[in-house]
């Protein structure tokens, strides 16, 4: 059997093994909670490798390695931020989010969340932030589309439009049959895989070149600089790569999992084991990147042409076909891991926070299967637009990361520490960041360029500090007591101080 044969088969019976859950979940899903949120039970494992998985996409099996090969440490100032932003996230986001959004009327979605929290009467404030996640994340869902397709077309040579069809149409059929718990458990299964391929590639490759002296060395030889994370760095590239890290507070399908935990106190559990797993696959993902630099070094014949594939061709060089092939398979479910977690929660932006404001209250079932149907329609639809391989879809990925830290960081981090925060304060934040965001992003239009110091900060710095500042002063000016607001605010902070209590006991 060729080593292509046995890569397709690892990846078909990778898939198969995503459908089993998929049929899995579909089994325990009874209603609308459990649809959307999983019934509230995810365990703090699950929730934080499901996290991991469906934050990081392809961007850590090839993006990060690839930019780590080609321009040398200096770019891993991103992995910081966001290992920095994802434990500021874990640490004072979930406790309180997962605590706050049972008090506010058992929201099961952020914008259901900001409503109940705020006390919105108006409900503009869930349709906004509704019409935010369903158009961001529909373009969001089809960059991972296209994705997908440029994956099985490097890796197989065989048609662009056959691996879109064949992987969407997997991460759509578990999705849409087995919700929120099919989501969380596939992410947490490819986390693992995720973690394991990005260990065994860099331990097995030092082996390969030497030793550890014999990779410093080859690296050194090539450039001295690619050990340097600040040779070639500029202030503004800095605090850019940082800012990312702010964008975790913003972003509905990571958030989403602390409302899934079993209990506030979960959130301690569930920060050690997720920053954990994203210390360690972050640091694989570096090392896979220098340790190629070298094998490659040693072996010029086999040099590569595209950076982004140095961990596919360590992978295929280094291990047996069929090992190989769940390497490929690693790259696969991070990209699924994403795809499938943007799509559930558009869809539940669809149902519960549109279609169900403006109809009659209908039984569980009847959302249930909207739910599925919402799921169906984004992914035709996300589909549509990636079928023409548009690379600017894919370029909207760290646009629409800003996007969602702007317009929704500020609301998230107010609503659980300023008990005087408004839904009008909400609300324009959301509109001021989202559209400094919409602004600063294609600067280009002001004249401007990435390359000057203005202009080349990244969007999400200037969208949240002009969000956080509106919503307080909007606040102050609308700001009136309501006894009802007060009392649950005041609820949350209970659990959260039990939650810090037991935490200081472990």
Known sequence: MSPI?????TMVLYLVAMLLVGWYSYRRTRDLNDYMLGGRDLPPAVAALSAGAADMSGWLLMGLPGAIYASGLVESWIAVGLTVGAWANWRFVAPRLRAYSEVANDSITVPSFFENRLHDRS???RIASGLVILVFFT??????????GVFYESSFGQDYHEGLLVISTVTVAYTLFGGFLAVSYTDFIQGVM???????????????VGGVGEVSAAVHAIDPNHL???????AVGVISALAWGLGYFGQPHIIVRFMALRNAQEAVAGRRIGIGWMILSVSGAICTALVGLAYFHQHPELAIQDPETVYIRM??????????????AAVLAAIMSTMSSQLLVTSSALVEDLYRVFNVEKDDKHYVLMGRLAVLVVALIAGYFAWERNETIL????FAWAGFGAAFGPTVLLSLYWRRLTWQGALTAMIAGAVTVGLWGPSTSWGGTREDPLFGLYEMVPGFVIGLVLAVVVSLMTYRRQEGL???FDEMRRTSKAMVAAEKEV
Do not use: D, N
């Open 139 to 148: 373009f969001y869902v089809s960059s991972g589309m296209t994705a997908s």
């Open 123 to 125: 409900r503009a404030l």
């Open 315 to 328: 992978g295929q060089i280094l291990f047996h076909p069929i090992i190989a092939g769940f390497m490929l």
């Open 486 to 488: 007060e009392a649950e």
């Open 395 to 398: 370029g909207l990925v760290s």
């Open 228 to 234: 340097s994370m600040v040779k070639g760095a500029t």
């Open 5 to 9: 044969a046995y890569q397709i088969v």
């Open 194 to 208: 995720m973690f394991a391929a990005l260990i065994a590639v860099p331990l097995i490759g030092v082996f390969a």
